[in-house]
């Protein structure tokens, strides 16, 4: 219900003080930057759209001391009605009061307005601190937001805090679960992949954005941060791979046989299975056109709508037979999914 873009995607908004880490974000994980890189980039100034070929929609704001964004002055209303989630970025080894004080306004602001967006703290940058301070900077950020609050009378807003760093996979996994709290038909989500996983033997299987690497939607069994970077790792080697032969080429083109393409209805969507470790992956593109409606899907440039990837995680051998029941398996798992999302 949150998800109120005219294409149906997901809509994010970013915020936070100067320097609290915002373009960093948006660079390591919509840009693929390095983390250290980072450091060279020019602070945010000012309203930044961003546009991506991603599952979700997303914007970057900063707010110059001087601009009031709820003054009427200021076109809130139509970025904040296509908003599901505001993420709120607080850097953690700074001085906070101040961002506190803001986020705080901001909050009773939007209580007031769209109750409907959920407000997401991301306490950042907690890479620099010790276990323990962190765990203390942490606890302390959500109690003075919550006491000023619920001083305010609001004793149940719909606020959440993740503690993340670009130079690990916690922002990752932060913008994971901030999705997926968008994504309506996530408890469909969950059980189409759950019987997946029972009926194939996998042990974790998720649906990946693969630009960005968060995952929509997993299996419910417990999720392991390992896991995710080994499917997240998979992802940069597959789309590195293809980019290289071409992820789009047509069928018959060579090349495709190493990439133990077989018995695929859909003749555009790569399949693949390695060993990894003592892990057997198996990644396999979604059809594209699963999760938008039509006249939003781009005919120029194809890549556009690639963006979902289902990746599963097993133990044990991998047989032809083993294959051979996945890919039977995905095959009914994609066409439910045509049934969840109706075009
Ligand atoms: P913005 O003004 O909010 O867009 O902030 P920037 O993205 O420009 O970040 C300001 C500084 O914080 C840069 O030097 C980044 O390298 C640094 N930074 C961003 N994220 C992290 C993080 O997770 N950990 C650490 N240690 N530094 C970060």
């Not at 009427?72 to 505001?86: H, K, M, V, Y």
């Amino acid at each position: 219900p949150n998800s109120k873009s005219g294409d149906g995607k997901p809509r994010l908004l970013l915020m936070g003080q100067r320097r609290s880490g915002k373009s960093s974000i948006s660079s390591v994980v919509f840009h693929k930057l390095p983390p250290s890189e980072t450091l060279y980039i020019e602070a945010t100034t000012r309203v930044k759209k961003e546009s991506m070929h991603s599952f979700m929609d997303f914007q970057v704001w900063d707010f110059p001391g001087h601009v009031d964004y709820f003054d009427p002055a200021f076109d809130t209303e139509n970025i904040f009605e296509e908003i599901g989630a505001l993420i709120w970025v607080i850097d953690a080894q700074d001085e906070y009061i101040d961002a506190i004080m803001r986020l705080h306004k901001t909050i009773l602001n939007l209580q007031q307005h769209y109750p409907a967006i959920n407000v997401e703290v991301f306490v950042h940058k907690v890479d620099g601190l010790s276990d323990d301070f962190r765990q203390d900077t942490f606890r302390d950020i959500i109690q003075r937001v919550q006491d000023d609050l619920s001083d305010a009378g609001f004793e149940n807003a719909p606020v959440s805090f993740y503690q993340t760093s670009i130079y690990d996979h916690s922002i990752f996994e932060a913008f994971s679960k901030v999705i997926q709290k968008l994504i309506p038909q996530l408890p469909t989500l969950e059980a189409l992949l759950n019987s997946l996983c029972l009926s194939c033997r996998i042990e974790k299987a998720y649906l990946f954005d693969v630009l960005s690497k968060i995952y929509i939607a997993t299996d419910t069994s417990p999720t392991d941060i390992g896991n995710y970077e080994l499917c997240s790792d998979y992802i940069d080697v597959i789309v590195d791979v293809s980019e290289i032969y071409g992820w789009d080429r047509p069928e018959g083109e060579a090349g495709e046989e190493e990439y133990g393409e077989s018995g695929n209805q859909d003749a555009e969507s790569l399949i693949t299975m390695e060993k990894k470790g003592n892990n057997y992956l198996y990644l396999r593109e979604i059809n594209k056109s699963v999760f938008q409606r039509p006249e939003s899907a781009s005919m120029a440039d194809p890549k556009q709508s690639r963006y979902l990837a289902l990746i599963c995680l097993m133990g044990e051998d991998s047989s032809a037979e083993k294959k051979a029941l996945i890919d039977y398996n995905v095959g009914v798992f994609q066409e439910a999914l045509k049934q969840v999302f109706p075009r």
